[in-house]
């Protein structure tokens, strides 16, 4: 089945310590995207990338940092540069030029940070 | 970066009542999205809205693009518990990027049985 996996679904961490997110898709999309979710506060974008070796920073991306190296593969460093890390982070995929139901979320991870 | 703004915040009805939420912007949007997230999970793409004025259904769910382009709502008819999430409104603006979404802060539905 295709469909897109972010794993850990929870992960702790010590305050200072970088931290690095897995998502990885099969379903040959584009576009990939990276949000974080706190609680009250809907969906803010940190990056996305339309192509390998191409990303852009979305509205919070301070703090984070993101690789496209491959088309299936779109991973996120909390690094310890990120004030309040601690949030619920959800990653989803696109095919350019398709409809948007076509996209597809991720079934998130916590990352609380001690 | 621009949110819509999403309302009511939360809701709380019994079983079988119906249920409206809005997103206003102002800006306009080419494109309005209603996704429903569950506890601990991802958003689920509910209906997608492409044009201005479009009325679109998805079972009990009615959605609607608004003429001015600002904004969207989302009807649940005779709900149910299993309606119990958070409903979140998305747009594309306009002149903005194609694959660029702004979220809503989300609506939080209670469905008492």
């Known amino acids: 089945d295709g469909g897109i996996t972010q794993s850990p679904k929870y992960l702790f961490r010590k305050e200072g310590q970088n931290v690095t997110l897995s998502c990885e898709q099969n379903l040959n999309h584009d576009a990939m995207y990276w949000y974080r979710q706190d609680p009250g506060q809907g969906l803010r974008l940190i990056y996305y990338?339309?192509?390998?070796?191409?990303?852009q920073k979305g509205d919070i991306a301070e703090g984070y940092s993101v690789s496209r190296e491959k088309k299936e593969s779109f991973p996120l460093t909390v690094t310890s540069a990120q004030k309040n890390p601690t949030a619920f982070y959800l990653c989803a995929s696109i095919g350019l030029g398709s409809s948007w139901d076509t996209q597809y979320f991720g079934p998130g991870t916590r990352l609380t940070v001690l | 970066g621009q949110q819509l703004n999403q309302s009511p915040q939360s809701m709380f009805i019994q079983e079988g009542e119906d249920v409206s939420m809005n997103c206003t912007s102002s800006?306009?949007?080419?494109?309005w999205l209603w996704y429903k997230q569950d506890p601990g999970e991802g958003p689920v793409l509910l209906i997608a809205l492409y044009k201005a004025g479009e009325l679109t259904s998805n079972g009990r769910l009615t959605a609607q693009f608004g003429i001015t382009r600002k904004d969207s709502f989302l009807n649940i008819s005779a709900s149910i518990p299993s309606d119990v999430g958070i409903y979140f409104c998305a747009g594309l603006q306009s002149g903005g990027s194609n694959y660029k979404l702004t979220f809503g802060k989300g609506t939080l539905l209670t469905v008492n049985p």
């Open positions: 990338s339309q192509i390998v070796n191409d990303f």
């Open positions: 800006s306009i949007f080419n494109t």
